[in-house]
C-alpha cells in the first residue's frame, strides 16, 4: 500500500507559479511510475504529467508542455510538480497518483491516488 498526500495549493494571479508536492508513505516511492492529473468542476479528470521511477522519462499533456516540469527526489519520497506561467484554465484539483509500470496517461491505470489539493488560478 502506498499512502499520498499532496500540498502547495492556492490562489495564484495568472502568469503565477506554484510548485505542487506529494509526499508517498507506506512504501519506497522508487518503485513506482508518479503522475499528475487534474478535475476542474464538472469535467472529467485528466492527464497532466507522469515521471517514471528513474525520472530518465517524462510525458506532459499537450495543454502543460513548456510551462509545467515533473521532477521527483526518490530520497525524500516526494514528487513535485512546478507551474509556471499559470493560467485561469489550470484551475482545478491536483491529484498525484501512482502505478508500477510503464508511463501512460490514463487515470485509471494509477491504482494509488492522494485526496487532491486546489489550484485555482485568477485572471
Known amino acids: 500500500q502506498v499512502q499520498l498526500v499532496e500540498s502547495g495549493g492556492g490562489l495564484v494571479q495568472a502568469g503565477g507559479s506554484l510548485r505542487l508536492s506529494c509526499i508517498a508513505s507506506?512504501?519506497?516511492?522508487?518503485?513506482?511510475?508518479m503522475g499528475w492529473f487534474r478535475q476542474a468542476p464538472g469535467e472529467e479528470r485528466e492527464f497532466v504529467a507522469a515521471?517514471?521511477?528513474?525520472?530518465?522519462?517524462?510525458y506532459y499533456a499537450d495543454s502543460v508542455k513548456g510551462r509545467f516540469t515533473i521532477s521527483r527526489d526518490n530520497a525524500k519520497n516526494t514528487v513535485y510538480l512546478q507551474m509556471d506561467t499559470l493560467k485561469p484554465e489550470d484551475s482545478a484539483v491536483y491529484y498525484c497518483?501512482?502505478?508500477?509500470?510503464?508511463?501512460?496517461?490514463?487515470?485509471?491505470?494509477?491504482?494509488?491516488w492522494g485526496q487532491g489539493t486546489q489550484v485555482t488560478v485568477s485572471s
Open positions: 497518483a501512482a502505478r508500477i509500470t510503464s508511463l501512460v496517461a490514463a487515470p485509471s491505470e494509477y491504482r494509488y
Open positions: 507506506g512504501r519506497a516511492l522508487s518503485s513506482y511510475t
Open positions: 515521471i517514471s521511477w528513474s525520472a530518465d522519462r517524462t
